[in-house]
C-alpha cells in the first residue's frame, strides 16, 4: 500500500450530504408515500373523503416539492459544505416531517377506533425504520426527525396513558424503538462515514497516481531526449558541429553496404590543414579553432545531400564522404572545397605555402566490392593527402591503388 491520504473534514461532509440527498430524493420520499398511503386508509372512512384528499393532497406536493429542490440542489454542484443554507433546508425539512406524522396521528385519535389508531402509530413507525436506510447518513437530519415523529407520539400517548388501553404500553415500545434507532443510526452514520471517507481516499489516491503516472511519463520522455542527446554529443564533436570518428563508424558501414548492394560509386576525400601547428603557435589555440569552425562550415555547406556527410578525424585532419560519386565528380568536388578554404582569405602569416590558411587533399572513389572495408579507403585517401603534402601543399591528389575507379 502507498499511502492515504488524510480527508480534509468538509470534504467528507460535503461527500455525506450529497449521498444523503441523493438516497432522499427518491427512497426518502417514497417511504413518505407508503406513510401517506397507510394513514390515508386508515382515515378513508372515519373522516370526510374530501377532508383526507386534502391532507394526503398537501403531503404528496410537500414531498414533490422536496424531490425537485433536492435535484436543483444536485444539478447545482457537489460542494454543499461551501452552502451551510442546504443543510438548514435538510434539517427543516426532517423537523416538518416528523411533525408532519405526530401530528396527523394526533389529529386523527379523536376519529380513530383503538385497532385503526394503534395502526397507524405501526404505519409512522415502519416509515421511521425505512427512513433510517436513506436518511442517517446525515445522522442529525435523521434525529430531529425521530424526536419530532416517534418522540412525539410517545410523549403524547404517555401524556394520555388512561384514554385508550395500549396508550401505556405502546409509549414505552415506541421509548424503546426510539433509543434503538438512535443506536442503530450511530452505527450505521459511523459506516457510512468511514465508507465516503475511503472512497474519498481511494480517489485521490487515484488522481495522485494518475497525477504521478504523468510526472513519470514526462520524466520518462525527458530522460530519453537526455539519452538522445547524450548519443548525439557523443558522435558529434563538440567544436565543429561535425560527426567524429565514432559518429563515422555508426552510420559508415551501412552506407558502404547500400553502394555495394547497388554497386554504386563512393568517393572519400580526405583533408588536412596546412601548417596548422604553425598557425596555433602564432595566432593561438583560440584562433585556430576559429579556423576549424571556419572549415567546418564550408564542408557541412558541401555535404547537404542525403548519405553524404562530412567529419573530425582528429586535429585538423578531415573527412567527407560522397555516395554515388565518381573520380571525376569527386576530383571536382575536392578543387572546389579547395578553392572556398582559399576563399576564405585567413590571413597566415607564417605559413610556407600562401599568405592565407590552405588545406591540402586526397581523394579516392571506387565501385566498391563486397570485401571492401571503410578503412581500406580512408589509408587510400590518407595516401593521396600525404602525397598532396609532400608535393607542395594547397592541393589535390587522387589515390592510386586497385580501389580507383577507372577515369
Known sequence: MLYQRRIADNQIISAKLELHLRGSRYAGVGAQLLGIVGLGLAGFYSLDVQVMLGW???????????SRRVNRILVAGRHFTHRPAVLNELFTHALLSGAVWSGTLIWLDAYLSDLIFYLCICVIVIVSVVTIAVSVVIRQAYLIQLTFSLGVIAMWLAWFA???????GFAVLLVGLSVFLVVASDWMSGAFSEMVETSLERAAMSKDLA??????????????????????????DELTGLRNRRGVNIIINDELARMKRMQLPIAVIALDVDHFKTYNDNYGHPAGDEVLQRLADVM?????????????MGGEEFILFYPNVNRSGALDLA???????????IPHEKSLTAEYVTVSIGVVSCVPEWELEFDDLLKTADDALYLSKTNGRNRVTAG???????S
Do not use: C, H, Y
Open 162 to 168: 388512561g384514554d385508550r388501553p395500549f396508550n401505556s
Open 335 to 345: 578543387e572546389e572545397l579547395r578553392m572556398k578554404v582559399l576563399g576564405l582569405k
Open 56 to 66: 394526503a393532497a398537501a403531503l404528496l406536493l410537500l414531498n414533490l416539492w422536496w
Open 300 to 312: 557541412l555547406e558541401m555535404t547537404s545531400r542525403a548519405g553524404e556527410f562530412a567529419a573530425r
Open 211 to 236: 497525477s504521478l503516472t504523468d510526472s513519470l511519463k514526462t520524466r520518462n520522455l525527458q530522460l530519453q531526449d537526455a539519452r538522445r542527446q547524450l548519443a548525439e554529443q557523443a558522435t558529434i
Open 400 to 406: 592510386e591503388s586497385e580501389l580507383s575507379e577507372p
